[in-house]
């Protein structure tokens, strides 16, 4: 894993991705979450609302590593000279020019959209006509030991027999990082957070069946093979309250009446515009 994969990494783990103000500092220059939204506004045209959790993270982390790589050939650029080539002023020009009216029309629209306001009663209605949306099903978090054969399985539990709370934690954790097959053995049979159906069924209905800190006392056969199941955690279902996905809601509304505004606001203009074919 190179130096800027273990950062990205890091930051995500540490939740800095999500309220650092300064994320990383290439060479003296600091990339921000202002600057990453910005990216990830554009990237999804003002959707990231509606972008998975899951797929957000990876995205924001994409992102990051793509302005990361930037200044790196930005520095590198300076360095060599690049900003003082006749072809790279001819450019610059041209791009000015441009730009002019590309960053007229981006202030245009981010003083139009800060304009728009979504009132409270607005978002409590959203909620209450859409509470499905927010609603998170039944999670358990479980560990694994995999294995070819039945009488292996039947070994490994008769193992694991007597004991409880932490000691049979890490006896099963020993014991799937010795034994398992599976390719969450060197973590410890670790599958994490899931919900029902992400699991092949016999393995789902078994594991959502049992107690929190308990195993499986006979092996659960499934096509890869004898899984010994140890249920770590559960977290019932769930609907988000209204104060946890306020934020999200208002974004939401914001940006859809945007669309409208926007749509009202070029009619208007286009009417009273000089266009002539030619």
Same mark, same amino acid.
């Given at each position: 894993?190179?130096?800027?994969?273990?950062?990205?990494?890091?930051?995500?783990?540490?939740?800095?991705?999500?309220?650092?103000?300064?994320?990383?500092?290439?060479?003296?220059? +600091?990339?921000?979450?202002?600057?990453?939204?910005?990216?990830?506004?554009?990237?999804?045209?003002?959707?990231?609302?509606?972008?998975?959790?899951?797929?957000?993270?990876?995205?924001?982390?994409?992102?990051?590593?793509?302005?990361?790589?930037?200044?790196?050939?930005?520095?590198?650029?300076?360095?060599?000279?690049?900003?003082?080539?006749?072809?790279?002023?001819?450019?610059?020009?041209?791009?000015?020019?441009?730009?002019?009216?590309?960053? +007229?029309?981006?202030?245009?629209?981010?003083?139009?959209?800060?304009?728009?306001?979504?009132?409270?009663?607005?978002?409590?209605?959203?909620?209450?006509?859409?509470? +499905?949306?927010?609603?998170?099903?039944?999670?358990?978090?479980?560990?694994?030991?995999?294995?070819?054969?039945?009488?292996?399985?039947?070994?490994?539990?008769?193992?694991?027999?007597?004991?409880?709370?932490?000691?049979?934690?890490?006896?099963?954790?020993?014991?799937?990082?010795?034994?398992?097959?599976?390719?969450?053995?060197?973590?410890?049979?670790?599958?994490?957070?899931?919900?029902?159906?992400?699991?092949?069924?016999?393995?789902?209905?078994?594991?959502?069946?049992?107690?929190?800190?308990?195993?499986?006392?006979?092996?659960?056969?499934?096509?890869?093979?004898?899984?010994?199941?140890?249920?770590?955690?559960?977290?019932?279902?769930?609907?988000?309250?209204?104060?946890?996905?306020?934020?999200?809601?208002?974004?939401?509304?914001?940006?859809?009446?945007?669309?409208?505004?926007?749509?009202?606001?070029?009619?208007?203009?286009?009417?009273?515009?000089?266009?002539?074919?030619?």
């Amino acid at each position: 894993m190179n130096k800027v994969t273990m950062l990205l990494s890091t930051l995500l783990l540490t939740g800095s991705i999500a309220s650092a103000k300064t994320l990383v500092t290439v060479n003296g220059q +600091a990339i921000t979450q202002a600057d990453v939204n910005m990216e990830l506004m554009r990237a999804t045209q003002g959707r990231a609302n509606q972008i998975p959790p899951a797929r957000l993270a990876m995205f924001k982390k994409q992102i990051l590593q793509q302005l990361i790589g930037k200044d790196i050939i930005f520095d590198n650029a300076k360095k060599s000279g690049i900003l003082n080539s006749p072809e790279y002023k001819t450019e610059y020009k041209k791009l000015l020019s441009r730009m002019k009216k590309e960053l +007229a029309i981006q202030v245009w629209q981010k003083k139009l959209l800060s304009s728009i306001k979504i009132s409270n009663q607005e978002l409590k209605d959203y909620y209450n006509k859409n509470q +499905a949306e927010f609603k998170e099903p039944e999670l358990v978090h479980a560990r694994h030991i995999l294995v070819k054969t039945k009488v292996k399985a039947e070994k490994i539990i008769s193992e694991l027999k007597g004991l409880s709370g932490q000691k049979l934690k890490e006896k099963f954790i020993e014991l799937a990082k010795k034994d398992s097959t599976g390719p969450s053995g060197a973590k410890g049979g670790d599958l994490g957070y899931f919900a029902k159906g992400q699991m092949v069924p016999a393995f789902s209905s078994k594991v959502f069946s049992m107690k929190k800190g308990t195993i499986t006392l006979t092996p659960v056969k499934t096509q890869f093979g004898y899984h010994v199941i140890y249920l770590e955690d559960k977290k019932p279902a769930m609907t988000r309250t209204f104060n946890q996905v306020k934020t999200f809601i208002e974004e939401r509304l914001k940006m859809e009446k945007f669309k409208k505004v926007f749509k009202q606001k070029m009619d208007k203009l286009e009417k009273n515009a000089v266009i002539v074919n030619n």
